[in-house]
């Protein structure tokens, strides 16, 4: 357990990480910051965060390392590869990564940070841009709970709903549980909103009628006036969501479960990106429909 406040390390500063990593520097811990493009890091920098090189220096530089980045196979190289984190973390120290990756990867990071002493975690969050801006983020948690014991302060700087699902993988295997429905919710709030738009209705006020009854929800209150106004601009980008897709679809029929709804959002959802619109936020889903 750590007996002072740490030096947290963070790697993975943008849409999301860049307002995470912020929140964390204003609860008054010294930060390290490592982003493969520097330029996503720049404003960070500027208030007081410490530029790392590599991966391995800002390891070395840190007690408590979090990553939030692209891909599964990041996640991999990142920890697991010969210059990533585990090569180079110090007994003792704390590795939390917060990407959405898959459940298999989390326990294998898990095994390899035990034998060297490192207590790791999987901790993907829910809440989009807005809940990264403003610290209020879902937290799903896989790991230790006596080591958790040590980093919900810091996790409490990034969000108010941080909740231990158990040991490693469950945090990713939780994530899956939350992806599964927006995936029917997304296809949902696209149709609806289009289908009152060819009715001749005026959306907004569609809008505020629905959205405090039976059909509320995060993506309709949130999102819903985004799509209605094409602002497509990405909290969460659709490349990204398809990975998610991707992720569930296999998790799930590892567990001997079709989920047909998470299919039908991958398969329109990347027909949106062959059309171009992979860096478009996920409320593009929208212009799927209003075109047909």
């Given at each position: 357990?750590?007996?002072?406040?740490?030096?947290?390390?963070?790697?993975?500063?943008?849409?999301?990480?860049?307002?995470?990593?912020r929140n964390i520097q204003k609860g008054g811990y010294e930060l390290n910051v490592y982003n493969r493009t520097k330029e996503k890091a720049e404003e960070l920098i500027a208030e007081g965060a410490v530029w790392c090189d590599t991966v391995a220096q800002l390891t070395e530089k840190s007690d408590v390392i979090i990553t939030i980045i692209g891909y599964p196979t990041d996640?991999?190289?990142?920890?697991?590869?010969?210059?990533?984190?585990?090569?180079?973390?110090?007994?003792?120290?704390?590795?939390?990564?917060?990407?959405?990756?898959?459940?298999?990867?989390?326990?294998?990071?898990?095994?390899?940070?035990?034998?060297?002493?490192?207590?790791?975690?999987?901790a993907p969050v829910s809440g989009g841009d807005v809940g990264a801006r403003e610290g209020t983020l879902s937290i799903m948690v896989g790991g230790e709970e006596e080591a958790f014991e040590t980093i919900q302060p810091i996790l409490a700087q990034m969000g108010t709903n941080i909740q231990l699902q158990?040991?490693?993988?469950?945090?990713?295997?939780?994530?899956?549980?939350?992806?599964?429905?927006?995936?029917?919710?997304?296809?949902?709030?696209s149709e609806a909103l289009v289908y009152a738009k060819k009715a001749g209705l005026d959306q907004k006020k569609v809008l505020q009628s629905i959205e405090t009854g039976a059909a509320r929800s995060f993506a309709l209150s949130n999102l819903g006036l985004r799509m209605i106004e094409g602002d497509f601009n990405p909290g969460f980008y659709i490349k990204h969501f398809i990975k998610d897709l991707k992720i569930a679809l296999d998790s799930a029929r590892e567990l001997g479960l079709e989920t047909y709804g998470v299919a039908l959002a991958k398969e329109l959802y990347e027909s949106l990106a062959e059309d171009g619109n992979e860096d478009l936020g996920t409320q593009a889903l929208y212009k799927f429909y209003l075109e047909q």
């Open positions: 357990m750590l007996t002072t406040k740490p030096v947290v390390g963070f790697i993975g500063t943008g849409v999301m990480g860049k307002s995470m990593a996640v991999e190289d990142v920890y697991l590869g010969e210059d990533g984190i585990l090569a180079h973390a110090k007994k003792g120290t704390y590795v939390i990564d917060m990407t959405t990756s898959t459940p298999t990867l989390a326990k294998q990071i898990s095994e390899e940070a035990k034998k060297k002493g490192v207590f790791a975690f999987d158990g040991p490693a993988g469950s945090g990713q295997y939780t994530k899956m549980t939350n992806q599964i429905v927006i995936a029917g919710t997304m296809l949902g709030v």
